[in-house]
Structure formats: structure tokens, C-alpha cells
């Protein structure tokens, strides 16, 4: 026979692993989330199709506690997450398919191709008499994607020592300015979708960081546990391992 | 350009931070302080035309990444390639045979310096028609690269401001 499951009791180490193990990390992980939303960067790359930052709830767990998380899911202490973690990634699996569909139609469009056409051949004949500017033949194939995730990413300057700052910072008015409008590439409405999705990604994202601050809060409460792990003996430089649960 | 372990690390750690949110990783930063600092060490290192590491510097790479981010493996690994790729950093080999036996370098640089620095001099040595440059932390390794001839710079004199 079954017995019945009770609430946790006081200082209950099972709550101490979700708060540490699953509210702690992923609150770290939708606070950076949305400071890169709130500057319309999705940290998307063109060659994985996927944001670099920006993941399903579940990847902010740690592969050796995601016996916790899927504990935290299942107690009926913490209904409603589960749905709501869902709601994030099916908001998240939307906007890399709406930035994979925005990238793609750029670099097919013709204006989009004929003003990376134009801006390299320019480009090319800087790169003859400025050694710093370089310029091969490969440039032809991977400088329109990396310019579509830069403008998906909404980009502004590039760091001097990055390999296409040159050729960014020196073009980048010409096409960042079309961007806003993008009627000329025929990508308008791809953009603004895109743009929706982001939106309602940051939208969700702010309300579960919002409800998990609170539930975080009331578990501490409740059953009288610190919000993070107390270092015993160890110096509080070692801040790696203080956080490691 | 041939780039150490240290100024790898700052211009990856200053980027997590105010790029990325990694705020955690700030007090990983011990050179670059501030955005002008930032600015500074990129405009310098983007003045060379071509940057290549070692292998060996990867390896002390990977011990920083497990000592940093315990519980982050992948983030970081992922910002650090993520940044080789951005910076189209080149990665060589000096093979350790090649560092004992080579006149300049020798049994005697690995064993003051460790393979690491001995590498990196090694690339020094192999680019050294070209002018390259290495920029580095460290500054031992900066004395014995003077020593021997080869162009160096301290990332402190890089990251500060010049009068």
C-alpha cells in the first residue's frame, strides 16, 4: 500500500534541493534572459538556428539535478510551473523559427543581395590598401549570414577585434537602416513577427521570474530555509564553490 | 598576434559580463575594469591583422573554465569558442619534443616557465618574420621573451589609458 504523501517537514532537504537546485539557477538564468531581451538580443546564430542564451527551462537545470527539478514539478507544493515552463519554451521555439525564417528571407532577397554585393566589392577595394581590412573570397558566403544574425540580433557595434567588425561598423547604417522599414527587402512582416514573438517571449519571461521570486520566498518561509546555501569553513572568495549545491 | 591565457580570459569575462548578463564572472576581472578599458585592448588587439593561440593555451583555458563555473561548464565553453570564433582566432601546435629540443627554448625554459609559456614563445619563434606580437599577462614570461628577442606586451600596458 501506498502511503499518503505529506508536506514536507521544516527545514526539509527535499525543499532546500529545489530552491537551490532549480529556483536559484533558473531565476539566474530568466534574469540574464531578460537582459538580453529587454536590448533585442536573442543571441541567435545562424549556424545552430538556436539562441545561445536563451534555452528551455529544463537546460538551466544541471544534468545532475534534474532528478530535482522533475521532483519540484511533480509536488503539488509547486502546481502551475510546469505549465508555465511550457508556455517559455513553446514561446522560445517560436522565436528561433521566426528568426531562422526572418535570417533565411534576407539573405535570399534581392535587394539584401545586391547591397552585400555592392558593400563587399567596396569593402574589397579598402581591404587593397588597408592591411587591417581582410578581404578573401569566402567572405562571399559567410558574411551574409553573419550580417542576418547580427541584424536579428539587433547588433550595434562590434568589438575592434572581432573579424567582421570592420566591414559591421563601416556598413552597418546601410543595412541596420533598412531594417527598420525592410520594405525594400520584402521582409517587413517576417521582421514583425519576429519582433511579436520576442515581445511575448520577454512578456512570459518576466512573469515567471516574477512568480518564481515569490514562490522561492514563500518555500524559504515556509520551511525556514536560507534562499541560498550557507558556505561552512570556506572562504567567501571561492564564490564557485559556495554556489555549487 | 599571439594571444596568452590572460588576455583570452579578460576579453571573454568583460563580453559575458556586460554583453551577456553573466554578472558573476566581474570578479574574474583583474585587468580590464571599465567599457574604456574594454575598448582599448579590443581597438589594440584589432590592429593586427591575424591572432593565433597554442593548444596548450586551450588546455589552461579549460582548467580556468572548471575552476570558474562549476556548475556552467557549457556556458562558458561555449562564450569562450564562441568568442575564437568571432575573433577568427587561429590555433597551433608546439610540440613538446620540438619545445625540449629546440636551442632557443630547451629542457631548462620548460622547466623555469612549464609548457604553456614555452609554447607560446615557440609561436613567437615560428612567427617571428612576420612581427608577431605576443600579448600576455604574465610577466616573467614578458621578461623572458625580452631577453630572447621577441616582441611582447604586458595587457596591463594595453588596457591602460596612454597619456
Not at chain 2, 578599458?37 to 573554465?65: D, M, P
Amino acid at each position: 500500500m501506498v502511503p499518503d504523501v505529506a508536506s514536507p517537514p521544516q527545514h526539509s532537504k527535499r525543499v532546500e534541493a529545489w530552491v537551490y537546485a532549480v529556483l536559484n539557477p533558473v531565476i539566474e538564468s530568466l534574469q540574464r534572459e531578460i537582459f538580453l531581451l529587454s536590448k533585442g538580443n536573442l543571441s541567435w546564430r545562424f549556424y545552430s538556428k538556436k539562441c545561445e542564451y536563451i534555452h528551455p527551462i529544463r537546460d538551466y537545470v544541471g544534468l545532475a539535478q534534474r532528478p530535482n527539478y522533475e521532483d519540484f514539478l511533480g509536488d503539488p507544493l509547486n502546481t502551475g510551473f510546469a505549465e508555465k515552463y511550457a508556455a517559455h519554451d513553446r514561446a522560445l521555439a517560436e522565436v528561433e523559427l521566426k528568426a531562422s525564417q526572418f535570417s533565411n528571407g534576407l539573405i535570399h532577397a534581392g535587394v539584401f543581395v545586391r547591397q552585400m554585393h555592392e558593400s563587399l566589392e567596396e569593402y574589397r577595394l579598402l581591404a587593397r590598401t588597408n592591411p587591417l581590412y581582410r578581404y578573401d573570397e569566402s567572405l562571399k558566403g559567410t558574411l551574409p549570414r553573419a550580417i542576418a544574425e547580427l541584424l536579428v540580433n539587433r547588433i550595434e557595434a562590434l568589438p575592434e577585434h572581432y573579424g567582421t567588425a570592420k566591414f559591421w561598423n563601416n556598413y552597418r547604417n546601410k543595412f541596420d537602416v533598412a531594417v527598420e522599414e525592410l520594405e525594400p527587402y520584402g521582409e517587413r512582416q517576417a521582421f514583425q513577427a519576429l519582433v511579436q514573438v520576442r515581445e511575448a517571449l520577454k512578456e512570459l519571461a518576466d512573469k515567471l521570474l516574477h512568480d518564481m521570486n515569490a514562490h522561492r520566498q514563500l518555500l524559504c518561509r515556509t520551511f525556514d530555509i536560507p534562499a541560498a546555501p550557507i558556505p561552512v569553513g570556506r572562504s567567501p572568495s571561492h564564490s564557485a564553490d559556495i554556489f555549487a549545491i | 598576434m599571439i594571444l596568452d591565457t590572460g588576455p583570452i580570459r579578460e576579453m571573454v569575462t568583460f563580453r559575458a559580463v556586460a554583453e551577456y548578463g553573466f554578472e558573476r564572472l566581474q570578479e574574474e576581472l583583474h585587468f580590464i575594469t571599465d567599457p574604456e578599458s574594454y575598448e582599448r585592448s579590443s581597438q589594440f588587439i584589432g590592429s593586427f591583422r591575424s591572432k593565433t593561440t597554442s593548444a596548450s593555451v586551450v588546455a589552461e583555458l579549460n582548467y580556468w573554465i572548471r575552476r570558474t563555473e562549476p556548475a556552467g561548464l557549457e556556458r562558458l565553453w561555449n562564450r569562450v569558442a564562441e568568442e575564437f570564433r568571432e575573433m577568427q582566432m587561429d590555433e597551433e601546435v608546439v610540440r613538446l619534443v620540438d619545445m625540449a629540443s629546440a636551442g632557443e627554448l630547451g629542457l631548462g625554459m620548460l622547466a623555469k616557465l612549464g609548457s604553456v609559456d614555452v609554447s607560446l614563445m615557440g609561436l613567437a619563434l615560428r612567427h617571428a618574420r612576420d612581427g608577431a606580437l605576443l600579448l600576455t599577462t604574465d610577466s616573467p614570461l614578458c621578461g623572458e621573451c625580452e631577453r630572447a628577442g621577441l616582441h611582447v606586451s604586458h595587457f596591463q600596458d594595453v588596457v591602460l589609458p596612454r597619456d
